[in-house]
C-alpha cells in the first residue's frame, strides 16, 4: 500500500507530475543537495515537534515513516 506523507501532499500541491514521478519511477527521480531554505524548514520542523512534545507530554508518539 502507497503512503502519503504531509511532505508528498505538499509536494503533490506543488507539481503533481513530480509526486508521480518520485512515487512510481524513483530511479528517474532527480536527487539533489539541499538548499539553504529547505535545510532551515527541515531544522524548524524538529524544533516544532520538539515544542508539540513539551506542550503535550501525554501525547502518543506515532512511529517514524520510512518509504
Same mark, same amino acid.
Given at each position: 500500500m502507497l503512503q502519503l506523507t504531509k511532505t508528498n501532499f505538499i509536494q503533490y500541491l506543488n507539481c503533481p507530475e513530480s509526486l508521480w514521478l #518520485?512515487?512510481?519511477k =524513483? %530511479?528517474?527521480f532527480p536527487k539533489g543537495e539541499f538548499s539553504l531554505f529547505l535545510e532551515k524548514l527541515v531544522k524548524e520542523g524538529y524544533? #516544532? %515537534? %520538539? @515544542?508539540?512534545q513539551q506542550l503535550f507530554p501525554n501525547a502518543i508518539s506515532l =512511529?517514524? @515513516?520510512v518509504e
Open positions: #518520485l512515487k512510481n =524513483p %530511479e528517474n524544533e #516544532l %515537534e %520538539e @515544542f508539540a =512511529p517514524d @515513516f
